[in-house]
């Protein structure tokens, strides 16, 4: 088991999508406490927001598997169209999910104004999906983590 780790945190590829992840996530709660003014330590792992960790991670991924094994295997055509995924996702159905649960908590509230008990006890969460620009410099970011990770490894 312990060779297994040790080879994991030995492996680039591994290294700069865990490296884009974390950065991307550290970013994230650092913008939000800038713009609200308050530090929300969930912002360290909660999906949503800028930049998108979801994105820096698969373009890290599929930056570093081309780094390694050339843009003609068969590996970084499977990071490539995961990565083309999973950012389409953000923008589109996870976004979406984050606007109908912006919109279910604004009528949850007004029914709690006019009286009448929400059978919801929680808010819904919001931060889900992500803007265009949020994908885009989640995917930046995640590209220049991986050729700093591999040149530096």
């Known amino acids: 088991m312990r060779d297994f780790l040790a080879e994991m945190f030995l492996n680039p590829v591994f290294v700069s999508a865990l490296a884009a992840w974390y950065i991307a996530q550290f ?5 939000y406490a800038i713009i609200t003014k308050k530090f929300a330590f969930e912002r360290m792992f909660g ?9 820096a991670t698969v373009c890290a991924l599929a930056t570093a598997t081309g780094f390694y094994y050339g843009a003609g295997g068969f590996e970084f055509a499977l990071a490539f169209v995961l990565a083309t995924i999973v950012m389409h996702d953000a923008m589109g159905v996870r976004r979406e999910a984050g606007n109908q649960a912006r919109i279910i908590n604004e009528m949850i509230e007004l029914l ?41 490894m």
């Open 27 to 31: 970013s994230k709660a650092i913008i």
């Open 47 to 55: 999906s949503g927001g800028m930049p998108s960790s979801h994105s």
């Open 112 to 152: 709690d104004i006019f009286g009448d008990k929400s059978p919801i006890s929680e808010k819904l969460k919001e931060f889900v999906g992500h803007t265009p620009l949020q994908v885009l410099v989640g995917a930046l970011s995640g590209i220049a983590t991986a050729v700093i990770v591999c040149n530096l």
